[in-house]
C-alpha cells in the first residue's frame, strides 16, 4: 500500500472519529427547564388572532416580533392589516355593532336582506384574516410545554393555545419563541396558572407562618363573630316585626368562608405539577436525553391582582414574594436560579403603577440586594397595547367588529390584546437570558 493511500486511510478514519464524536457532544446539551406560574395574566386571555395588532408596528421591537411570531408569511402584511380593519369599521357602521340593531331595525325585507347579505360576505373576510393569522404563528420544533391553564390542559410543541383556551395565548407563547432565540439546547416550558388567586393566601409559600397566625385571619374570625351577632339580631327583629317591616329589613351578609388548611393549596398544586412532569422529562420533550439530564434554568412569576384589595395581602407582598423565591429554589436545589417578576401593570400608567402597593412590592423584591443578579422585575404596562385601548375606551360593543381583531377581554387581563402578551413575553425572556450566564 502506498503513503498517500494510507495518509488518506489516517485522514478519513480521524474524520469519522471526529464525525462520530460530534453528535455525541451535541447530545449533552441538557434540558432547559422554565417554570412559569401566576394568575389569570398567566393564564393568557388573549385570542391567538389578535397578535396581528403586531403589524401596527410603535417601533423596531415590534418589528423584531413580527419575524419572531410570523416569519416572512406572505398572507399578512400592514396592508391587508388596514384593510381588515376598514372592513371591521364597514362592518360596524353597517349592523351598529354586537347586537346589529341597525339591520334588525330595517322594516322593508329587501334592504333588509342585501345589508345581511352584505354582512355575511365581510364576516366571511374576517374569518379567513383570523384564520391566516392563527396559522401564520409559529410553532416550534425546539420548546415544548405542559401547562396547565385553568381547565385548559395540555402538552407538546409550544404554539398558539397553550392560554385559557385553546385558541387563546399568555405571556408564555413568545417567552418560549423568544427564549429559544437567546439560549441552546432543547427547553421545556412548565406553566401551572389559576385565576383568581392570591400571593398570600392561595400560592403562600410553606416557610411563611401558619395562615390562623395572619392579622387577615384574625380580622376574618371577628367579622364572623360579628355575622352571627348581626344575624340573632335580625332574627330577633324579625319574630317580632309586621309584614311591612319585614319587607325593609336586610338579611346579614355571610362572610365568605377562609380555610386556613387550604392556605397554600395552590403552591402545592404548582410543585405537584412540576414534579410530574420532571418525573419523565422524556414524555414531555422528545429531545431529552437521560444521559444529559436538565435542568431548572429559571422562573417567571406574573400574578398579583388579588393581593391589592386586603391591607393585609398588599401589606405583605414584598415578605411574601421574597419567601416565595427561597422557597422554590429551595425546593429545587437550584439557590441563585433566576427568577422574573412581572410587575402588575393593569392600572396603564407609569403614575397609577407607581401608587399600587404590590406593583411596588413586586419591585422592592427584586431589588433587594441578596437578590442582585438573579431576580428581575419586568414592567408589564409599558407593554400595554394602547391602540387597543383606543377601541376599548371608543365603546367596544358599537366597534365590535374592529374590537374582535385587537382585543378578546377587560383591561385587567390587558384587554387580551396579542400585541401585549407578545411585548410581554418577549420582555421576559430577555430579562431571563440576562441572568442565565450569571449562574
Not at 84 to 89: D, F, I, Q, S
Not at 348 to 357: F, M, P, S
Request: hydrophobic residues 40%; proline residues 4%; contains cysteine.
Amino acid at each position: 500500500m502506498n503513503k498517500t493511500r494510507v495518509t488518506k486511510l489516517i485522514a478519513s478514519a480521524l474524520l469519522a472519529c471526529c464525525v462520530g464524536v460530534q453528535p455525541a457532544e451535541a447530545a449533552t446539551e441538557k434540558l432547559k427547564v422554565f417554570i412559569l406560574a401566576g394568575q389569570s395574566n398567566m393564564v393568557g386571555h388573549s385570542n391567538g388572532h389578535t397578535m396581528g395588532t403586531l403589524f401596527n408596528a410603535d417601533g423596531p421591537t415590534d418589528q423584531a416580533l413580527i419575524d419572531l411570531v410570523f416569519g416572512k408569511d406572505s398572507k399578512l402584511s400592514q396592508k391587508r392589516y388596514d384593510e381588515t380593519l376598514a372592513l371591521g369599521k364597514e362592518l360596524n357602521e353597517l349592523t351598529g355593532g354586537i347586537g346589529e340593531n341597525k339591520i334588525k331595525e330595517i322594516t322593508v325585507a329587501a334592504e333588509k336582506e342585501t345589508a345581511q347579505a352584505k354582512a355575511e360576505k365581510i364576516k366571511a373576510t374576517l374569518e379567513a384574516y383570523k384564520k391566516d393569522v392563527v396559522e401564520a404563528s409559529a410553532v416550534s420544533d425546539r420548546v415544548y410545554i405542559n401547562s396547565i391553564a385553568d381547565n385548559n390542559r395540555k402538552s407538546g410543541q409550544l404554539a398558539v393555545g397553550f392560554g385559557a383556551n385553546p385558541s387563546k395565548i399568555g405571556p408564555e407563547y413568545a417567552f418560549g419563541l423568544s427564549i429559544a432565540e437567546k439560549i441552546d439546547g432543547p427547553i421545556l416550558l412548565i406553566k401551572t396558572s389559576w385565576g383568581g388567586k392570591s400571593l398570600h393566601y392561595d400560592f403562600r409559600p410553606p416557610s411563611l407562618p401558619d395562615y390562623k397566625e395572619t392579622e387577615g385571619y384574625q380580622d376574618y374570625l371577628e367579622s364572623v363573630k360579628k355575622y352571627e351577632a348581626d344575624l340573632a339580631a335580625y332574627e330577633e327583629v324579625m319574630k317580632s316585626a309586621d309584614e311591612e317591616a319585614k319587607k325593609k329589613l336586610r338579611k346579614p351578609g355571610q362572610p365568605r368562608v377562609v380555610d386556613p388548611a387550604k392556605a397554600g393549596h395552590f403552591w402545592r398544586e404548582m410543585v405537584k405539577q412540576v414534579n410530574t412532569v420532571l418525573a419523565d422529562p422524556k414524555a414531555a420533550h422528545p429531545g431529552y436525553d437521560p444521559d444529559a439530564g436538565y435542568e431548572i434554568a429559571g422562573f417567571v412569576w406574573f400574578q398579583g391582582f388579588n393581593d391589592q384589595f386586603s391591607d393585609d395581602f398588599k401589606n405583605n407582598y414584598q415578605d411574601n414574594m421574597v419567601a416565595f423565591i427561597k422557597d422554590i429554589r429551595r425546593e429545587y436545589k437550584t439557590p441563585q436560579m433566576p427568577f422574573v417578576i412581572g410587575v402588575l401593570g393593569t392600572s396603564q400608567t407609569k403614575e397609577k403603577v407607581g401608587e399600587n402597593a404590590v406593583s411596588v412590592a413586586q419591585r422592592a423584591a427584586a431589588a433587594l440586594p441578596e437578590f442582585k443578579g438573579n431576580v428581575m422585575a419586568v414592567e408589564s404596562y409599558t407593554e400595554y397595547a394602547l391602540d387597543s385601548l383606543e377601541v376599548y375606551n371608543a365603546g367596544w360593543q358599537r366597534n365590535y367588529y374592529v374590537w374582535d381583531l385587537v382585543g378578546s377581554d377587560r383591561p385587567y387581563h390587558y384587554l387580551g390584546a396579542g400585541k401585549f402578551f407578545v411585548r410581554l413575553g418577549n420582555a421576559f425572556a430577555s430579562a431571563m437570558a440576562g441572568m442565565i450566564p450569571r449562574q
